[in-house]
């Protein structure tokens, strides 16, 4: 069964350094959203995209933040200047269109450790 | 999104059928209900989703009452692989996902 795949697991990085987080979408899907979690915390929706524009984002996607489908297969999630609170894990999904009744499918994430 | 109501957490035996309960009174027409789980702290896992009538799939079936204010989830012979948090999200679009608290569910021996 086709998944999504996020690379690094586990991403460790220095405060105020920029790290990227990888994602492959499962290669028919047209919709890509990034969502974190904090350790403990509900699952945060943090921004959707299409057609290589931001769809929707949520307040906690800022300008330190940003998307981008680099390829075809590729969807990263940028932030530029990390801060101790962007510790959390972080989740890619995709669907097959924005309809409602096809559904997310997520990847297993990639835990960020800000020290 | 329509908020959810979900208990905090449930217990079920092995091999028994898993019954998870969901409110969503505020529900409107065109909102479906979708079901994910997360187990430890691997991505959410999608299982299931409905609009009025009732759902099967491999995994699970999913009954939505008649006035479409509550739904249950019903995993048939739970293993203690189906151990997770399981999360309801009524959502009127797939764009952004609403993740609350959800139950915590846990198969015993």
């Known amino acids: 069964e086709p998944e999504v795949t996020q690379t690094p697991s586990h991403q460790v990085t220095q405060m105020g350094q920029e790290v990227i987080l990888r994602c492959v979408p499962i290669?028919?899907?047209?919709?890509f959203y990034w969502y974190r979690q904090i350790l403990g915390q509900k699952v945060e929706f943090l921004v959707s995209f299409y057609n290589n524009e931001i769809s929707e984002k949520s307040e906690i996607f800022d300008d330190q933040f940003s998307v981008e489908r680099p390829d075809g297969s590729n969807f990263t999630l940028k932030i530029r200047s990390t801060k101790l609170e962007d510790s959390a894990m972080y989740f890619c999904?995709?669907?097959?269109?924005?309809?409602?009744?096809?559904?997310?499918?997520f990847g297993d994430g990639t835990r960020l450790s800000i020290l | 999104d329509a908020k959810t109501t979900q208990p905090t957490s449930m217990d079920c035996a092995e091999g028994r059928a898993a019954n998870l309960p969901c409110n969503h009174s505020t529900i409107s027409g065109n909102e479906y209900v979708y079901w994910y789980r997360q187990i430890h702290s691997q991505g959410p896992q999608y299982i299931i989703h409905?609009?009025?009538n009732n759902e099967t799939n491999e995994m699970a079936s999913l009954i939505i009452t008649e006035d479409r204010k509550s739904s249950t989830l019903i995993l048939p012979h739970a293993t203690l692989r189906d151990t997770a948090v399981y999360y309801c999200?009524?959502?009127?679009?797939?764009?952004?996902?609403?993740f609350g608290s959800g139950t915590q569910l846990t198969v015993l021996p």
């Open positions: 290669s028919n899907h047209l919709y």
């Open positions: 999904a995709s669907s097959l269109d924005r309809g409602r009744s096809q559904p997310q499918h």
């Open positions: 409905g609009l009025k």
């Open positions: 999200i009524a959502s009127g679009s797939a764009r952004q996902l609403t």
